[in-house]
């Protein structure tokens, strides 16, 4: 690469202007905090080609870790095993290094020895400083160099992945490939990939999880740190480089991810609802940029489509087969899922439910006399009649049986419960709305239950509303409670 031969050409440059016996660049690898020889130019045959220096370790460790250029003008004992660059001792006497960063982020170290005391003066140092400067812009070209050539691999894999889940059936599945992409894409500590939960709170659960710390099934709000932070925005999020207070927890204090600095989040959106979101951690300050930033956001359009689509068909499916076909309302399979559903919530928040079940009086004699084809139609009008009777979406109206019917009645309680069966009552009453070339009327007897009043399980509920419309159909008013 012409970039890595500039850096190159750079070092054997430094090394003749300032007369040193070997020039070192160290690369620093902030997150693991070491620091690796990258290139150097020197007289002699014995620098370690991939030496490694820890941060705080020696006269080039000590520069990475408190960022400032260190001077030593004569060693005193001759002993170059504390540079850490020699495979064996050399006769060096005098040493100078100084930082190299972008911004905050310390990029590496450039450092000098020579075999003479006293070498380095003033105006070898301040050049030493300038040059230090002429390597981050080269590694800021690196970097872009590498973003370009990278580039065409980024849109094939992303072309990938986009066929590999538009054919997913599950969102485990999306997950799973999403994970994967990522972690090819975008070089980080911590993947983190959450979705909205069922419950009525609205909170998040962390479904995949790659760091340190194992925090899958962690459940956090909107208003939960940085991932909160996000959700509450509805906007990606780059935070490059944490500093202070600032975001001091990605999801919730008590599960805690491993230290970092650089944060990325991206919400997964369909329209203006927030599914869930992929986070990425980073030790290393400005770890994330605007590649990864339009990378990861692709990723996240595509996935937030990919399960929205699949949730649509899970529930198409369960629809298909929780309803009846000649209705159109809950069947009998979808009728036991709903009050299920409602006998919990009641009970978990104390609010009244209560149930009717109905049958048509004498349904079998309008089959008999007028055939089935006009029991059908019957049928169909009457359950008309219930969707139009629950426009409320809270209320849930199923065939229960051949020609028996239910309403479940979420927070409505006994008294309330009869005031929509005197509805009901009076509209069949009223109109000859079935089978009106026949002129037939068709009345119904109607059981109510209330949970808050006498049933204390969803068994009991239904088997309490039956009595009751059993009783009904003895009666004149056609309707009971129990």
């Not at 450092?111 to 030493?128: E, G, H, I, N, P």
């Not at 459940?219 to 959700?231: C, N, P, R």
């Not at 951690?281 to 990378?295: F, H, I, M, P, S």
């Not at 439910?353 to 089935?372: A, P, Q, R, T, V």
Request: aromatic content about 10%.
């Amino acid at each position: 690469m012409k970039i890595e031969a500039n850096i190159d050409e750079l070092v054997k440059l430094v090394s003749t202007a300032i007369e040193a016996y070997t020039t070192a660049f160290f690369l620093a690898d902030n997150q693991r905090r070491l620091l690796k020889l990258w290139h150097y130019y020197s007289l002699g045959d014995n620098v370690i080609d991939d030496a490694t220096i820890p941060f705080g370790y020696g006269p080039i460790g000590w520069v990475a870790e408190n960022r400032e250029p260190f001077d030593i003008s004569k060693f005193s004992a001759r002993d170059s095993s504390m540079l850490g660059l020699y495979s064996r001792n050399e006769d060096i006497k005098s040493f100078y290094a100084v930082p190299v960063t972008r911004g905050d982020v310390l990029e590496g170290v450039l450092c000098v020895d020579s075999k003479r005391a006293f070498v380095f003066a003033r105006k070898d140092q301040t050049l030493l400083i300038l040059l230090a400067k002429q390597f981050a812009d080269l590694l800021n070209n690196v970097r872009v160099q590498k973003f370009v050539n990278t580039e065409t691999s980024d849109v094939a894999s992303l072309h990938g992945f986009c066929r590999q889940i538009a054919s997913a059936d599950s969102v485990e599945a999306v997950l799973q490939l999403t994970m994967g992409l990522v972690r090819q894409l975008v070089e980080c500590d911590g993947y983190f990939l959450s979705l909205k939960t069922d419950n009525e709170d609205g909170d998040f659960r962390v479904e995949e999880a790659q760091s340190y710390r194992n925090i899958k099934g962690t459940t956090f709000s909107d208003q939960d740190g940085l991932a909160g932070y996000v959700i509450r925005r509805k906007e990606s999020f780059l935070l490059p480089n944490r500093k202070g207070d600032f975001g001091s927890y990605v999801f919730v204090p008590s599960k805690p991810v491993e230290r970092f600095r650089s944060f990325l989040g991206i919400p997964l959106m369909v329209k203006e609802e927030v599914l869930g979101l992929i986070c990425l951690t980073d030790g290393r300050g400005e770890a994330y940029n605007q590649r990864d930033l339009r990378v990861v956001s692709i990723i996240a359009d595509n996935v937030s489509l990919a399960i929205s689509n699949i949730k649509a068909q899970e529930k198409a499916k369960s629809l298909l087969t929780d309803m009846d076909g000649l209705t159109g309302l809950y069947n009998f399979c979808g009728f036991q899922k709903r009050l299920e559903e409602a006998f919990k919530e009641a009970s978990q928040r104390r609010r009244p439910l209560s149930l009717m079940i109905m049958d048509l009086n004498n349904f079998k004699e309008i089959n008999k006399l007028l055939g089935y084809e006009t029991g059908n139609e019957v049928l169909r009008k009457f359950a008309r009649l219930l969707l139009n009777l629950s426009s409320d979406e809270s209320i849930s109206a199923s065939r229960y049986g051949a020609d028996e019917f239910a309403l479940i009645l979420p927070g409505l309680a006994r008294e309330q419960a009869l005031f929509v069966a005197e509805r009901l009552h009076k509209a069949m009453e009223g109109s000859t709305f079935i089978a009106p070339s026949y002129g037939v009327h068709v009345t119904a007897s109607i059981g109510i239950s209330s949970f808050s009043q006498s049933s204390g399980s969803c068994n009991e509920l239904v088997d309490n509303a039956l009595n009751a419309l059993s009783l009904a159909r003895t009666r004149r008013s056609g309707r009971a409670i129990c």
